[in-house]
């Protein structure tokens, strides 16, 4: 049990006034605490650094006239690499930049207000920091025409060089995957004091109000950095790890998980369940006006709807429900409306008829629990449940409607060493059983349509 101070002013009541909650952390096996760069009780290290930054410079002070050579566009390709950089953007109308050159597409440094800003570091530095895989785009940004682009910080480098960062692989960009030593941190102590932790200061309430421009949307909300300090105390040395919430509530264990994401260039999923309970006292007030459960008027005010999803959409995109880019920043200087290079997908739980499912005739509607139960991984890809056999480019599933498909399969696996599940279509345990025999021994096989409906009945006794 872990107790946290999340309200330095207290909160009064009938006796003490309370400043804390507590955080209970449960490890099984050979499951350990994380060692943080923080014990987040003695005094503060401010000089302990992140790994990875914004290319693009953020603060309002930062446009083309202060600092025009690092006004240029940065080369990418068609498969989203940093080819090179060209020549500082030269003239008064910066409408008229290029956007293209040859095969290349142009990244300018556009600001979220739309103003050419100033990248970090030169065109020179870019090119070398590109080469070692020290810098990459992180997404394309469609609202302000460009790529968003991350580098890695000098001192990140220099524990690279002196070993203390390891270079573990690369991603699909070329950038590198990095793995802290575990020389210089520490073990979490038992009680949090920390001011970012504080729910109802900059980073709870104020905000939650910040990306909905709503102070009403859900009471209470915990700050981000608590939740996220909090993750990774449990799987911060593993950055390929699923977070599950079963209780979302405004949605700030995600925005957590893309803030430690953004802070080692983790791969960290986040799956949130919620429902779309509306406070009892709005409940009544909506009643009383005649609108009722399934009403659009109610449920526009339910939880889900009014909190958990605007503020994850908001997080991702850098841009608030009302179609303005959300203000502020973050503890390291990242803009709110830079927003994260992740993307969300949003699914309502619903009921099935069981005979529907049993003859096939459901599976676009669970196609996401697939997705879900091979890890949730890569860009959910449409399936065409009328061909023998559905193998995702990006996700590590196949799914085998007919045995006509699986010399297919078979064929393909060689190439695809990242499928985990596969999911066959079989009348008969005696059919599922010949195709399973015929497939590595590593895959995880689950028989449609009877292993999930023999899981949701047992679920529903």
């Not at 008829?353 to 003859?359: G, K, L, Q, S, T």
């Not at 959910?380 to 061909?387: A, T």
């Amino acid at each position: 049990m872990v107790t946290i101070a999340i309200n330095p002013s207290g909160a009064t009541g009938d006796g003490f006034s309370r400043v804390d909650e507590y955080a209970f952390f449960a490890f099984f096996g050979s499951a350990r605490p994380n060692r943080t760069l923080e014990d987040y009780f003695g005094p503060e290290d401010k000089t302990r650094a992140r790994w990875w930054d914004s290319l693009l410079r953020g603060g309002r002070e930062w446009v083309r006239a202060a600092r025009k050579n690092l006004c240029y566009p940065i080369f990418v390709d068609a498969d989203g690499h940093i080819a090179g950089a060209g020549e500082p953007f030269e003239g008064d109308d910066e409408s008229a930049r290029p956007t293209q050159q040859g095969e290349y597409e142009l990244a300018w440094p556009v600001r979220a207000d739309g103003r050419l800003g100033i990248w970090r570091v030169d065109a020179d530095r870019l090119r070398t920091l590109s080469s070692l895989g020290y810098a990459v785009t992180t997404k394309r940004d469609l609202r302000r025409g460009t790529w968003s682009a991350r580098y890695l910080l000098d001192g990140a480098i220099k524990m690279i060089e002196r070993g203390e960062i390891k270079i573990e692989g690369r991603g699909p960009l070329g950038d590198v995957i990095l793995a802290q030593s575990r020389r210089g941190r520490v073990i979490p102590k038992t009680i949090w004091h920390r001011a970012r932790h504080a729910a109802g200061a900059a980073w709870g309430t104020n905000l939650l109000t910040a990306f909905l421009g709503d102070a009403s949307a859900f009471p209470y909300p915990k700050s981000v950095y608590a939740v996220r300090d909090t993750i990774d105390a449990a799987v911060g040395d593993r950055p390929n790890a699923l977070i599950m919430d079963f209780f979302a509530g405004s949605g700030t264990t995600l925005h957590a998980t893309l803030l430690l994401n953004a802070g080692d260039a983790g791969r960290r999923r986040c799956v949130l369940v919620t429902n779309n309970e509306l406070n009892h006292k709005v409940a009544a007030r909506l009643e009383r006006r005649g609108s009722f459960r399934g009403d659009v008027e109610f449920e526009a005010n339910g939880v889900f709807d009014a909190a958990t999803r605007p503020r994850i959409t908001a997080a991702i995109a850098g841009i608030r429900p009302d179609g303005r880019p959300v203000e502020g920043a973050y503890l390291d200087g990242r803009e709110f409306a830079e927003g994260f290079e992740e993307n969300a997908e949003f699914f309502r739980l619903d009921y099935l008829d069981p005979a529907e499912v049993e003859f096939g005739l459901r599976f676009v509607d669970l196609h996401p629990l697939l997705w879900l139960r091979a890890g949730g991984i890569g860009e959910r890809e449409e399936i065409d449940p009328d061909k023998p056999l559905g193998l995702p480019a990006h996700s590590p599933y196949a799914v085998l409607f007919d045995p006509s498909g699986l010399q297919d399969l078979l064929a393909a696996l060689p190439e695809r060493p990242d499928i985990t599940h596969v999911f066959i279509v079989a009348d008969s345990p005696e059919s599922f059983a010949q195709i399973v025999a015929d497939l590595p021994r590593q895959i995880e096989t689950v028989r449609l349509y009877r292993d999930y409906l023999e899981t949701m009945r047992g679920a529903t006794r």
